[in-house]
């Protein structure tokens, strides 16, 4: 059974870093592409980055520069550098896994953690 579960959310200042864990169990990172999707209040669901198996990495045009996606193969985890908050940025951010590349369509979602920014 694969498990992705997220971490590091919380609430931070414009300009301020957050850093996003995933622990994936039942899964071993690297397998497929894996990313990080948000949600922000009354919006859909939208692409923030990706890493394929070869470790290639794609982001949101809008987040080039800010948010940095990673992966552990050690430790088996996936994470997501965010840097230079902005309000903008507040959602639900998820971990997925064995997603179809350019879209929000992935076999295997956490349960999400909530960014919020906020003066």
């Known amino acids: 059974q694969v498990q992705l579960v997220e971490s590091g959310g919380g609430s931070v200042q414009p300009g301020g870093s957050l850093r996003l864990s995933c622990a994936a169990s039942g899964y071993t990172v690297g397998d497929s592409l894996m990313g990080w999707f948000r949600q922000g209040p009354g919006k859909e669901r939208e692409r923030v980055a990706t890493?394929?198996?070869?470790?290639?990495?794609n982001y949101r045009d809008s987040l080039k520069g800010r948010f940095t996606i990673s992966r552990d193969n050690a430790k088996n985890t996936l994470s997501l550098q965010m840097d230079s908050l902005k309000p903008e940025d507040t959602a639900m951010y998820y971990c997925?896994?064995?997603?179809?590349?350019?879209?929000?369509?992935?076999?295997?979602w956490g349960q999400g953690t909530q960014v919020t920014v906020s003066s």
């Open positions: 890493i394929d198996n070869f470790g290639n990495t």
């Open positions: 997925a896994a064995t997603c179809v590349r350019w879209s929000t369509n992935c076999r295997y």
